[in-house]
C-alpha cells in the first residue's frame, strides 16, 4: 500500500521555464510534507516542506502547495535551469513520528 | 563540520556474509533512521530509533538488524537472511522536535555477489 504517490516518473522542461512536480497521498494523518533532491550515488538534501496548517510554502525559486481535501501537493521550480536536473523526492510524516514514508521520485530533466 | 558520515561508499560482499554499515552524525540530533533504495523506487524505511537504546522496525526490516548504544552512532547489519541485500542504503538523523527535516548521509552502495 503505497502512501505517498509520485506518478510520473520523469518530467522533462527547457531552462528557464516553469517545472511542475506532483505528489499524492492516501493517509490524512500526515501533517507534515517535504520535497528532497537527489542525485545518483548521493543522499537527498532537503529542499522545502510545507506542514498541513499551510496551503503554501515559498524559498527562492521553490514553492510547494498543498492541497489538503485533494490530498495532493506539488512542487513548482521557476525558473527551471540545468543544474535542477535530479530525481526529486516528496515525503510525509505524521505527529511525533518523525520518520518520513518517501515516494519513488520523478526524474527532472532541465534541457538548456 | 556538522554532519552524517557513511562508511564505506562501496561494499562488496559475497553471499550468505553478515555485513555491517556505519553510520555517524555530529548534529546531536536524538532520531536516526535507516532506508534502502533500489533502482526506480523510492526509499523504504528499514529501522530507526528515536532514542538511545531503542529503535523500531521500519516497513522492511526483515534480514537487518540495528544497535543504537551511543547517540552519535546507529550501525545496520544485513544479515545473510536477506533475500536480497543487494541495493543502495541511507541512513539520516532528524531532532526530535517537530516539523523538522531529516538530513541524510551519502550513502551506502552494498553489492552481494
Known amino acids: 500500500d503505497q502512501q505517498v504517490k509520485q506518478n510520473s516518473p520523469s518530467l522533462s522542461v527547457q531552462e528557464g521555464r516553469i517545472s511542475i512536480l506532483n505528489c499524492d497521498y492516501t493517509?490524512?494523518?500526515?501533517?507534515?510534507f517535504l520535497w528532497y533532491k537527489k542525485y545518483p550515488a548521493e543522499g537527498p538534501t532537503f529542499l522545502i516542506s510545507?506542514?498541513?496548517?499551510?496551503d503554501k510554502n515559498e524559498d527562492g525559486r521553490f514553492t510547494v502547495f498543498l492541497n489538503k481535501s485533494a490530498k495532493h501537493l506539488s512542487l513548482h521550480i521557476v525558473p527551471s535551469q540545468p543544474g535542477d536536473s535530479a530525481v526529486y523526492f516528496c515525503?510525509?510524516?505524521?505527529?511525533?513520528?518523525?520518520?518520513?514514508?518517501f515516494g519513488s521520485g520523478t526524474q527532472l530533466t532541465v534541457l538548456p | 563540520d556538522g554532519g552524517i558520515t557513511q562508511s564505506p561508499k562501496y561494499l562488496f560482499r559475497k553471499e550468505g556474509q553478515n555485513v555491517t554499515l556505519s553510520c555517524e552524525q555530529n548534529?546531536?540530533?536524538?532520531?536516526m533512521y535507516w532506508y534502502r533504495q533500489d533502482p526506480g523506487q523510492g526509499l523504504r524505511l528499514i529501522y530507526y530509533?528515536?532514542?538511545?537504546?531503542?529503535?523500531q522496525k521500519g516497513d522492511i526490516a526483515e534480514g537487518y538488524s540495528v544497535s543504537r548504544e551511543k547517540k552519535e552512532s546507529f550501525p545496520l547489519t544485513v544479515t545473510s537472511a536477506q533475500k536480497n541485500p543487494t541495493a543502495f542504503y541511507l541512513c539520516a538523523s532528524s531532532t526530535q522536535a517537530g516539523g523538522t527535516e531529516a538530513f541524510f548521509g551519502q550513502g551506502t552502495r552494498l553489492t552481494v555477489v
Open positions: 548534529l546531536n540530533h536524538d532520531a
Open positions: 530509533s528515536q532514542i538511545v537504546n531503542d529503535f
Open positions: 510545507i506542514s498541513s496548517i499551510k
Open positions: 515525503a510525509a510524516s505524521r505527529g511525533s513520528a518523525r520518520q518520513l514514508t
Open positions: 493517509n490524512s494523518m500526515f501533517d507534515y
